[in-house]
């Protein structure tokens, strides 16, 4: 009886002491704000104070005690940034790797997921388990042999040993397949019936309601292949081939202590996925779980 | 096989559609087997060339880039190669060197050090921030965005970043360490302290993913259990302990298998903070592999490391799915 009293008045005016309601009285905010705020400001301040750094003279940043706000903002950091490198032909060479990569996941990886999801053919199984299991293969079983095969197949030092890597892969494959599992199958066998063959079904029918998933694997493919260093910096000795990763790297051995620039180096290389991934943040840590449990 | 998919299709499809098939087929169509109009190993060829139209090209790519590689690394590393001489075949003594490397050694240890640093901080963590960014109180988008941002920045910008925060002349690591009294520490350039460093690096650029993956979860958990415990008389606590917890299992799971083969193959962050350095203290295996065979051209023994650490993610993998299934959590 009385726990039923205690359910029905739930939140509202309680006369039972709630937990939440004394604490409440302590506090003029909820305690989490305790926890939450120091920890915001630890995984966003280095941020901050990379873009800051960025627009600081080589005075203020070697200042003691050091500090977080400069004292006049310069642009001295892009300037040698520009002077020095050829941060804009990599910058330029990023864009197109990443753009690749998208449209080749996108293509390929929609096709074959849509394949073996819904197509029946002689080899269907064995493939689909044959893809499954690339996926235990670890990225240091591949490093040697894939760059033998770039150097044979004339792909060291060109943009393709940046984007090859990328044009598809079994995580996307799969996770399309998902996705047209779970789409009713009704829609594709009328267009069937219709006279619609394979190609014209999923062209016409299938991929328009597929722009979730192919959102999803776009922001993926995005965020792997803009951010890739492994494949870049083992192929590509060229400087004028180098994508930002590489090329951010190869600073600090030369320029450790020019700070201004090394963080306006990282600003362009971190900041255009930062303000997309701001801008359309609900929807992108969507995709995220649900590629994360789908996995 | 396919004429069962055909007569589903029909039952499926009900009267109005049977009329549009008609004309195709013949007068078999009444029996469920409305396709033979084609003999059957024909219509069975146009299935397989439709078929590996759609899967073959993204099928035959991953396949060249992953198995392909991995079977041509096994039988590299039975030989001893710099990539340009005619390789010299050297049955298993790669793998036979392997036992009395003192540096793989050194690295299979750091490599286990970050491991268990990571994993379990990671797996806390993750779930404490979960748990906070799942309560309903002002501010909590942006607490979201923050929490999150780290995880859409490279490797490389993170690596770079953390070596100026970590500075110990210019960082503010030291300063904040001064502010509160603290003496300055070395950090990347202690070989003591720089799996530490290195570790809360990762986890500044990867909590994110796992916090992100835990709220999901968390959603989930049927409002009802709760209410139920709830009614029962359970306190917030003992609902946590009794019902959240349980409900996370798989997802847990799941999360110590994906961060286990991460940290194993921690590669991008040393590459960009430490080089393996100071004194090889914070050199990993996949590190070791990268040096021996990009910095001193030895493709045949880097090889055989290269499997010596892929047979011990696997077993690694495996204990602990088998593991998971004893404890009766499904998640794979």
Redesign the interface.
Known sequence: MT?LVG?SADRVSSPLPD?PAARRRLLP??P??L???P??????L??V??VL?SFMTAAD??RF??R?IPTKLSIAGYQSLLEQSQILRWLGNTVIVSAISIVGHLV??S??????AR??????TV?FF??L??V??????????????F?RLGLVNTLAAAF??W????FG?FLMRQFFLSLP??LE??A???GCG??GT?VRIVLPLAKPALATLAVFTL?GS??D??WP??AISDERFYT???G??T??GTRRTQ?EL??A??VL??MP??IG??LA?RWF?AS??FT??K? | MVTNEIGRATTHAGPPTRRHRAPVAPSGAERGRPAQRWPRRRRLAANAVTGWAFAGPGTLLVVGLSIFPAVWAFLISRTRWNGIAPPRDLGWSNYQRMADDPELWASVRHTFVLTALFVPSSILLGLVIAIALSQKIRLITFYRTCIFVPFVASAAATGILASYVFNPQFGSANELLRLVGLPPQLFLEDPKQVLVVICVIALWGEVGFTAVIYLAALQDIPKDLIEAATVDGANRLQVFRHVTLPELRPVTVFTAVWQTITALQLFDLVFTTTRGGPLNASQTVVYYVYELAFQTQRYGYGSAVAYGLFALTMVLTIAMILYSRRARVEAF
């Open positions: 726990v359910r937990r905010f909820s989490w704000h926890l939450l705020m920890l915001a400001l630890l995984f966003v280095p941020l104070q990379m750094t940043i070697n005690p050091p977080l390929l990886c096709l074959a997921g849509y394949g073996f197509l029946r053919f002689p080899g269907r493939g044959t893809l299991a690339t235990m293969v670890p990225i240091q079983l591949l490093m040697i042999p894939t760059f033998v095969m150097s090859v890597p044009l598809t892969s079994a494959i199958k009704e066998e009328a069937t019936l219709d394979a190609f999923f965020l803009w951010n260093l492994v910096l083992i930002l990763q590489v951010l790297t600073f600090q700070f090394l963080m180096g990282n290389a971190t996925l930062i991934f701001v943040q840590v995220m779980t994360g449990l996995r």
